[in-house]
């Protein structure tokens, strides 16, 4: 896969199915237009390209942060990478905010050369979101442009959409429907950072996450977790809050204990993929009932998750 990064650089003369749409999250609904794009390209032997954005369109418009990103921008790349051609992965900033959508149409058409375009029911685009699919498809009509819409894919009667899995994630700590109607674990990557080497002191040391801000985080809670270092994969326990019981800090720490691993990763990068969420944060009166709690804990994933 190949990955481009401006919507206003002619690429090469190859004739592509382009799948459009935000793709914040490319949960189950969006990967619809993904199997569809691939789809159609091996049939018409057209290639394949996806256009997505590196940050939330809505939170650049509002000049906010509201939208917590759901994968990081190097997780979509590893996620398509072996799926399709080409990935136009853009900024959102003020010039394609201006892009009237009949000008964003021929850019598609005339820079990358495109047959095909696969998008969703419901998508939007151009300056103040004044295109819709009525507008594409007349653009398409008008260009010999094949378009395909795909219908909107529902889980128990509700349209699987990015705010939703945010509203499972931030607010319920349904990871485990998050995970379903994401298709895959939520995942949050970084650099392990110092910590106050509490957890190392009462027999279980924890990783602390270096996170990106821009990134959703579960809801406050304990969490049965797997933690990807170096190339391999552990069962862990995760902490998602404030540590209450040992600080009043201000800002939210995800700190990991792995399991069956006593290496030295300060520095080094790690994953962490949520499964299911165990209880709620708590504090206690002392660092003996802490640590009480975490054996606790800890043996309730050996008996829950591992039989």
Do not use: W
């Amino acid at each position: 896969m190949i990955v481009l990064d401006s919507l206003f650089e002619k690429k090469d003369l190859e004739e592509k199915v382009v799948a459009l749409g935000n793709f914040d999250g490319f949960h189950i609904g969006h990967m619809e237009l993904i199997k569809k794009c691939i789809v159609i390209s091996e049939r018409e032997n057209y290639k394949s390209l996806v256009l997505s954005f590196k940050n939330n369109p809505l939170n650049f418009i509002q000049k906010s942060d509201f939208n917590k990103a759901l994968m990081s921008s190097q997780d979509k790349i590893d996620l398509l990478n072996s799926k399709i051609n080409y990935l136009l992965l853009i900024d959102f900033d003020e010039k394609i905010a201006d892009i009237k959508a009949e000008c964003f149409m021929k850019l598609l058409k005339e820079n990358f050369n495109v047959k095909a375009i696969v998008t969703g029911f419901n998508f939007r685009f151009g300056y103040k979101n004044l295109g819709n699919n009525n507008l594409m498809e007349d653009f398409c009509n008008n260009n010999n442009i094949k378009l395909y819409i795909v219908p909107p894919v529902r889980y128990d009667n509700q349209i699987v959409n990015s705010t939703y899995i945010r509203e499972l994630i931030t607010n319920k700590g349904n990871i485990k429907l998050a995970n379903k109607l994401l298709g895959r674990k939520f995942s949050i990557g970084g650099l392990v950072a110092a910590g106050k080497s509490l957890g190392r002191t009462i027999g279980t040391p924890t990783a602390n996450l270096k996170f990106d801000s821009h990134m959703i985080v579960p809801l406050n809670g304990v969490y049965f977790t797997e933690s990807y270092i170096e190339g391999k994969l552990y069962k862990s326990l995760t902490n998602v809050g404030y540590n209450v019981t040992v600080t009043d800090d201000k800002f939210i720490k995800i700190e990991t204990h792995i399991l069956n691993f006593n290496g030295d990763i300060y520095g080094k990068p790690i994953k962490i993929y949520f499964l299911d969420r165990i209880r709620d944060e708590l504090k206690f009166n002392n660092i003996n009932e802490l640590k009480k709690q975490i054996e606790i804990d800890i043996n309730y994933i050996y008996k829950t998750f591992y039989n």
